[in-house]
């Protein structure tokens, strides 16, 4: 085989076999072929596509580029989430000890944010102590003991996929389903999970700009998933808006321990239930309605935010911040961000919320940026809510005082009208 002739064969539109792939996939990591030929067969995937069976291919190549996770030990209680990200996404925060509290295995490698998009592991590692890395023998045994173990990524896992993307990210052909399904599925395949629940993102705050092209590519996951012999569903949901009422680390985490207790904002409170009953019932083979019953009471019993110490304070985190979650919102500095004009808010681009808060202190616009854990956004007013001129719409904080690049991006990113805007459906799908 040669790489030109398979270049070639998919410029033209034809299906590549498992042994091209294979041989692609694997030159492409031991050095024989290079970045501008991988570039070249990317840009005409772009454009040509692949069909079912190349996706799958091209997943399974990429899962056996490295190392996987056995899982096997915990039969079919075995669970795992994943977002295609968003602002104020903090459902795993969430949803983890909800589901651990009714007897599902959480073994869950999660990746730090980079952008305007926050990391699962950057909001657990800004509660002091807290240990994002755990020997093979130590996470299995916490996940056996107590049901819950969230560590970071291993670079051993689907390391192919990791090399793929990198070259994906500067040559424009990331807006591929079939790439990103690939992508995505390959590294979910490979932690080993038997249940996998994905929650799709729509909007100006995720990749997926219309729900359509969201519900294509949630498909093809499933479908990729299935294949594999994995339980999957899929929820196509918005992000138009941000998520909840809080963005940054230590402030998405004040809000899931305000959903765990019962008393958090309405929208992000049924997300969270919904992903949670979907794991429940595939994982506990329960009919949605039962399972619902069940996440609801965990939350209401108690159950779920009690599962949440126990994971903290299994991983060496300092629980008192779920105890005294105030502490949470302590910072250096705050400032009051307010409306300039009086009406309905009617629209804040998740996009924009998402920049205001990194140019906080919050993510990363490189790789190695150092994040301020204390820094953040908590919305006071929200999507549809009346305010009058100099009216406090969020708060702000940080550990510098310096708001003003914040605050000129949260005005961009926020439009006030006269009529009152229509509501915003949250679920658009479930697959």
Known sequence: MRIYDIITKKKQGISLSYEEIKFTIDGYMDGRIADYQMSALLMAICLKGMDESETNFLTECMLKSGETVDLSQ??????????????????????????????CKV????????????????????????????????????????????????????????????????????????????SIMSKKL?????????????????????????????????????????????????MDIPLGVAVG???????????????????????????????????????TGSAKAMVKNAISGGLALNKMKEWILAQGGD???????????????????????????????????????MLLGAGRAQLGDKIDYTAGIIFKKGYGDYVHSGEEIATLQSATNSFDQCESELYKALTVSCEKPRAKKLIFDVI
């Open 74 to 103: 915990f039969g079919e209680l075995s669970i795992d989430k994943h977002s295609t990200g968003g602002v104020g996404d903090k459902t795993t925060l969430i949803v983890a000890p909800i589901v651990a509290a009714l007897g």
């Open 249 to 287: 680390n230590r402030t998405e985490v004040w809000e899931a321990v305000q959903i765990l207790s019962g008393k958090g904002e309405q929208r992000l409170t049924e997300l969270c239930v919904s992903l949670a009953t979907e794991i429940a019932s595939l994982a506990l083979n329960l009919d």
């Open 319 to 357: 629980i008192s911040y779920i105890s005294e979650p105030s502490k949470l919102l302590e910072s250096p500095y705050k400032k009051s961000f307010v409306a300039k004009s009086e009406g309905y808010i009617s629209g804040i681009m998740a996009d924009g919320v998402g920049r205001a808060s």
């Open 190 to 238: 490979a932690s080993g999970a038997h249940n996998i629940v994905l929650d799709v993102k729509c909007g100006s705050g995720a990749f997926m700009k219309t729900v359509d092209s969201a519900r294509e590519l949630a498909k093809a996951m499933v479908k990729i998933g299935t294949g594999f012999g994995k339980r999957m569903r899929a929820l196509v949901t918005d």
């Open 107 to 182: 073994a869950k490698m999660s990746g730090r944010g980079l952008g305007f998009t926050g990391g699962t592991v950057d909001k657990l590692e800004s509660l002091t102590g807290y240990i994002s890395s755990q020997s093979a023998d130590a996470f299995f045994t916490q996940v056996d003991k107590i049901g819950i173990s969230v560590v970071g990524q291993s670079g051993n896992l689907a390391p192919a996929d990791k090399k793929l993307y990198a070259l994906r990210d500067v040559t424009a052909t990331i807006d591929s389903i079939p790439l990103i399904a690939s």
